[in-house]
């Protein structure tokens, strides 16, 4: 690797962390339980913590953004800028893009 091609890596790694990594620092949940935003299973409980995970996204300043991160990056679990996997599959699905990691449940 040429040092130039050093310098545009490191560039494009400060370029990621400002478009992405920057948004975290301002996100609604930063201080949030992260495990309200991994329920496990589909009913009781887990119920909750996803309408709480949500309304904590509904307020979020950077919940675009994190939506973007997620379906850019194809996470599979969690709730990410309001929506649920199925909910951002659904997205994908819309928007013409392939399902990557879909497993099977």
Known sequence: ???????????????????????????????????????????????????EAKRICRACPVRRQCLTWAIDHDISSGVWGGATTEQRWAIRRAAGLPEERRSAS
């Open 1 to 51: 690797m040429t040092p130039d091609q050093s310098t545009a890596l490191v560039t494009e790694g400060a370029v990621i962390e400002i478009e992405y990594g920057g948004w975290r620092s301002r996100a609604a949940c930063r201080h949030a339980d992260p495990d309200l935003f991994f329920p496990e299973g589909t009913t009781g409980p887990a119920l909750a913590q996803l309408d």
